[in-house]
């Protein structure tokens, strides 16, 4: 280890040996932040230092840490609006970032400290924008005398990855590297990724796509969605596996559910759990990925083009757009756009060269190195090596101080941030948390206690299959209910009319999309959209002659549709389990009292009447009946 100090900013005083101690702090929210720390840690081990990864996570007492993460798997997963509002608000309001670094360090801070101690740690690197925040204030204050590194994982930097009391920022890329100096007022400077050295070595192709089973011809296509396989893979399998053009195979990790609805699905590849993805890599033609995190880094490595699609909310909106600014990989808005990328990708040309080259020149330098640099010769040695970004003299944030040091924010300035931060929690309770507590049966309809050995049946309809007798007859002899939007309904009164004459439940599925003049999709307010769907059964009702009392969301439910529900004495309903007709597993069981929901939209008629048909089996085995959603209470 070093023998002497790191004092503020200056210089170790004395080397009595070459070995560093390296303390990194990442966090276990998702696999890139991990990813990137222990990679690191192998390479300084590599070296002959010692070096140890800690959980940010666990920094915060009451295990907070935990609570905060599942907190934002279900964000993600069920109102990723809600994290999209949270990740866009400090750059509508960057005054509140120093409130928040403040809390965050009384929060988490001592911990750090203490880890920092106990390691007798010679420099810290944190990979994760929190605890960057953390260290730049423990920094501040001359709590922590240890050098603090930054690595930025991302090629977005929100104004939470950067501090001005960071010694040095790293980054995968210029763009970022550029964007932390100018935010930060420190040095940055573009290492590229860290990657295991797995993906740096070549692999059988033919052998790799043997297993997969590809032909010579077949363009494979690698479909990957993060750790937590948050985003649209069952839509993009779907999408790229009904083109015919390419092979899609989906990585579904440990989503058994997942990998079972999509390995129904012809054309395609459905895997679970695998820990050879420079293989999968090495067969594939290209990968579409949806949030520009580690997977993308490790494609970037091997020289496998990237496409982005349906990029999920916050930072993987923002991630994708800089990287297709970067030229390392491009964006998909549209099907037709993703097919004609796929086209020009999966083969050789100007557009997958270009793609493979500027991936593989981000890889400059080696992180570790940097780090090792930087304790044993200071700052001034590292600011030489090419590729650093010099900042402006002046930090960006003191200049927006009058040119003075930010000072700790004072009592009323801590209430503002506090109330402010609250607005995002809020609106999680109010949306996904609402969500967590109906899926549970509070506030919507369930089973009456007397109904008998029965599930209850609900089939989304689309126009097409509205009209097709087989379905409507099905629906009669299954006593399912048969869920339409207003725009189907008012496009076709008379089979809605029709079908109530068979006895068939009507209830309503919503207002239908809402789409401008061009078609495309309109974005409404939580409450508007609420107050349409609910209000909408108004129509049907008009339609039938009779009330309609259920209304079926095709979304999750949020605080706004309990209470427009309420307000219009109508019940909402939250499905046990939905059924997508296209990738259905055709092991479905039913279980008495539940609540399944077919979602036809999309699907062909054909598609529905066989699922109807299984669902039918699965009944009479289970010696259940169907029940129509109306009998809910």
């Given at each position: 280890?070093?023998?002497?100090?790191?004092?503020?900013?200056?210089?170790?005083?004395?080397?009595?040996?070459?070995?560093?101690?390296?303390?990194?702090?990442?966090?276990?929210?998702?696999?890139?932040?991990d990813?990137?720390?222990?990679?690191?840690?192998?390479?300084?081990?590599?070296?002959?230092?010692?070096?140890?990864?800690?959980?940010?996570?666990?920094?915060?007492?009451?295990?907070?840490g935990?609570?905060?993460?599942?907190s934002?798997?279900?964000?993600?997963?069920?109102?990723?609006?809600?994290?999209?509002?949270?990740?866009?608000?400090?750059?509508?309001?960057?005054?509140?970032?120093p409130?928040?670094?403040?809390?965050?360090?009384?929060?988490?801070?001592?911990?750090?400290?203490?880890?920092?101690?106990?390691?007798?740690?010679?420099?810290?690197?944190?990979?994760?924008?929190?605890?960057?925040?953390?260290?730049?204030?423990?920094r501040?204050?001359?709590?922590?005398?240890?050098?603090?590194?930054?690595?930025?994982?991302?090629?977005?930097?929100?104004?939470?990855?950067v501090?001005?009391?960071?010694?040095?920022?790293?980054?995968?890329?210029?763009?970022?590297?550029?964007?932390?100096?100018?935010?930060?007022?420190?040095p940055?400077?573009?290492?590229g990724?860290?990657?295991?050295?797995?993906?740096?070595?070549?692999?059988?192709?033919?052998?790799?796509?043997?297993d997969?089973?590809?032909?010579?011809?077949?363009?494979?296509?690698?479909?990957?969605?993060?750790?937590?396989?948050?985003?649209?893979?069952?839509?993009?399998?779907?999408?790229?596996?009904?083109?015919?053009?390419?092979?899609?195979?989906?990585?579904?990790?440990?989503?058994?559910?997942?990998?079972?609805?999509?390995?129904?699905?012809p054309?395609?590849?459905?895997?679970?759990?695998?820990?050879?993805?420079?293989?999968?890599?090495?067969?594939?033609?290209?990968?579409?990925?949806?949030a520009?995190?580690?997977t993308?880094?490790?494609?970037?490595?091997?020289?496998?083009p990237?496409?982005?699609?349906?990029?999920?909310?916050?930072?993987?909106?923002?991630?994708?757009?800089?990287?297709?600014?970067?030229?390392?990989?491009?964006?998909?808005?549209?099907?037709?756009?993703?097919?004609?990328?796929?086209?020009?990708?999966?083969?050789?040309?100007?557009?997958?060269?270009?793609?493979?080259?500027?991936?593989?020149?981000?890889?400059?330098?080696?992180?570790?190195?940097?780090?090792?640099?930087?304790?044993?010769?200071?700052?001034?040695?590292?600011?030489?090596?090419?590729?650093?970004?010099?900042?402006?003299?002046?930090?960006?944030?003191?200049?927006?101080?009058?040119?003075?040091?930010?000072?700790?924010?004072?009592?009323?300035?801590?209430?503002?941030?506090?109330?402010?931060?609250?607005?995002?929690?809020?609106?999680?309770?109010?949306?996904?948390?609402?969500?967590?507590?109906?899926?549970y049966?509070?506030?919507?309809?369930?089973?009456?206690?007397?109904?008998?050995?029965?599930?209850?049946?609900?089939?989304?309809?689309?126009?097409?299959?509205?009209?097709?007798?087989?379905?409507?007859?099905?629906?009669?002899?299954?006593?399912?209910?048969?869920?339409?939007?207003?725009?189907?309904?008012?496009?076709?009164?008379?089979?809605?009319?029709?079908?109530?004459?068979?006895?068939?439940?009507?209830?309503?599925?919503?207002?239908?999309?809402?789409?401008?003049?061009r078609?495309?999709?309109?974005?409404?307010?939580?409450?508007?959209?609420?107050?349409?769907?609910?209000?909408?059964?108004?129509?049907?009702?008009?339609?039938?002659?009779?009330?309609?009392?259920?209304?079926?969301?095709?979304?999750?439910?949020?605080?706004?549709?309990?209470?427009?529900?309420?307000?219009?004495?109508?019940?909402?309903?939250?499905?046990?389990?939905?059924?997508?007709?296209?990738?259905?597993?055709?092991?479905?069981?039913?279980?008495?009292?539940?609540?399944?929901?077919?979602?036809?939209?999309?699907?062909?008629?054909?598609?529905?009447?066989?699922?109807?048909?299984?669902?039918?089996?699965?009944?009479?085995?289970?010696?259940?009946?169907?029940a129509?959603?109306?009998?809910?209470?």
């Amino acid at each position: 280890m070093l023998l002497g100090s790191f004092g503020g900013k200056g210089r170790p005083l004395t080397l009595a040996l070459v070995r560093i101690r390296v303390l990194v702090v990442s966090a276990s929210m998702g696999a890139g932040h991990d990813g990137a720390a222990r990679e690191l840690v192998r390479r300084l081990q590599a070296e002959g230092h010692d070096a140890e990864m800690r959980d940010f996570m666990k920094a915060a007492p009451a295990r907070i840490g935990d609570l905060v993460r599942a907190s934002y798997e279900l964000q993600m997963r069920h109102a990723a609006w809600t994290y999209d509002l949270t990740y866009r608000l400090w750059y509508l309001l960057p005054f509140m970032c120093p409130p928040i670094g403040w809390f965050m360090c009384w929060l988490t801070g001592r911990r750090v400290l203490r880890w920092a101690n106990d390691y007798d740690a010679d420099v810290v690197v944190s990979t994760y924008p929190l605890a960057s925040t953390v260290l730049g204030q423990l920094r501040r204050h001359g709590r922590l005398a240890l050098p603090a590194v930054n690595f930025i994982t991302d090629f977005g930097v929100h104004p939470l990855w950067v501090h001005p009391d960071i010694d040095l920022n790293m980054a995968v890329h210029p763009r970022p590297a550029f964007e932390a100096a100018t935010k930060s007022g420190r040095p940055a400077i573009a290492t590229g990724p860290m990657v295991s050295p797995g993906f740096s070595v070549p692999h059988d192709r033919a052998e790799a796509r043997a297993d997969l089973g590809l032909r010579h011809e077949d363009r494979a296509v690698l479909i990957v969605a993060g750790s937590w396989g948050v985003g649209a893979v069952a839509k993009t399998f779907r999408a790229i596996a009904a083109g015919g053009r390419f092979v899609p195979i989906a990585v579904c990790g440990r989503d058994e559910r997942l990998r079972k609805r999509l390995s129904q699905i012809p054309g395609g590849r459905a895997l679970g759990w695998r820990d050879d993805m420079p293989a999968l890599m090495a067969a594939s033609d290209a990968l579409v990925e949806n949030a520009g995190g580690l997977t993308s880094m490790e494609a970037l490595q091997v020289g496998l083009p990237i496409i982005s699609y349906k990029p999920i909310a916050g930072h993987g909106k923002e991630n994708t757009a800089e990287m297709d600014e970067a030229g390392v990989s491009r964006v998909a808005h549209s099907t037709t756009e993703l097919f004609e990328l796929l086209d020009a990708v999966t083969q050789a040309g100007p557009t997958r060269r270009a793609m493979v080259d500027a991936g593989r020149d981000m890889f400059v330098s080696d992180p570790a190195d940097h780090v090792v640099d930087l304790v044993r010769n200071g700052l001034s040695d590292v600011t030489m090596v090419g590729g650093v970004v010099h900042p402006a003299p002046v930090p960006v944030a003191a200049a927006v101080a009058g040119g003075r040091r930010p000072q700790r924010p004072s009592a009323l300035v801590a209430r503002v941030a506090a109330a402010v931060a609250a607005v995002p929690l809020l609106w999680a309770a109010l949306t996904s948390g609402v969500g967590a507590v109906t899926a549970y049966g509070a506030g919507v309809a369930h089973p009456r206690g007397n109904v008998g050995p029965v599930a209850f049946i609900g089939v989304r309809l689309d126009g097409p299959e509205l009209v097709d007798a087989t379905i409507q007859q099905t629906l009669a002899s299954l006593h399912a209910t048969a869920v339409v939007d207003r725009t189907t309904a008012l496009e076709n009164p008379v089979a809605v009319q029709h079908l109530a004459s068979l006895e068939v439940d009507v209830e309503g599925g919503g207002a239908g999309p809402r789409l401008d003049r061009r078609g495309h999709r309109v974005t409404m307010t939580p409450w508007d959209r609420a107050q349409l769907d609910v209000g909408a059964n108004a129509s049907l009702t008009q339609i039938l002659g009779q009330p309609v009392k259920v209304f079926v969301p095709g979304r999750r439910l949020n605080a706004f549709d309990l209470v427009a529900t309420y307000t219009s004495h109508s019940r909402p309903v939250v499905p046990d389990q939905t059924f997508q007709p296209a990738d259905v597993d055709s092991s479905l069981h039913v279980v008495s009292h539940h609540v399944y929901l077919i979602n036809g939209v999309g699907a062909t008629s054909a598609q529905v009447e066989d699922l109807l048909q299984q669902l039918s089996t699965r009944l009479a085995d289970a010696h259940l009946q169907g029940a129509p959603l109306v009998m809910l209470r």
